[in-house]
Structure formats: C-alpha cells, structure tokens
C-alpha cells in the first residue's frame, strides 16, 4: 500500500509492508512494519525464565531492524508472573 502526506512544508510519500531494511538519507535512518509483523503469534519463543519467582512467565521476541553493532529495535511479550531483575530499578 502506498500512501501520500503533503503539507505546505514537506511532501512524502511512503510505503506500507514489512519490514522495510533501513534506508539512511541525509543522515536519518527509518526503517518500520505493520502492527501485525509484531503479533505474538508471529513471534520467537523464547521460553519459560529459569529464575521465575511468581507464576509461569515465558516470553518471546521478534528482531525489526539493527543499525551498526549496539543498536537494535523490534518487540517483546512476556506472560504473567514475575522473576527477580538483576538490574533492578524502582521505576519498573
């Protein structure tokens, strides 16, 4: 699907699929999926936690993009319960 937005400023036109691979134009990168690429159904398992302290908490992944060697976007479910943070932090 292709869609169009112009203002009196700026005018672009963008194509929606997914995932797109990052394109790098003046110096910004955009890279971007539909909602459904994320369904958790459509994501990696990645198994029950090891640690959990409270219920069965399992979680599963999926990858959108990675820009240079530190730097990764995508998404991440996890089911009820609980396990201890090895970072732990009060605003979470």
């Known amino acids: 699907t292709t869609a169009k937005l112009s203002t ?19 110096g910004t990168i955009f890279t971007h999926a539909t909602r459904s690429y994320f369904d958790v159904d459509k994501l990696t398992p990645k198994g029950p936690r090891k640690n959990a302290d409270v219920g069965h908490p399992h979680d599963s992944s999926r990858k959108l993009v990675t820009i240079g060697e530190n730097t990764s976007a995508g998404s991440w479910w996890c089911a009820k319960g609980g396990w201890p943070s090895p970072t732990p932090r009060a605003t979470t």
């Not at 009196?8 to 003046?26: G, V």
């Open 8 to 26: 009196p400023t700026l005018n672009l036109q963008f194509q929606i699929s997914a995932p797109s691979s990052p394109k790098e134009q003046d």
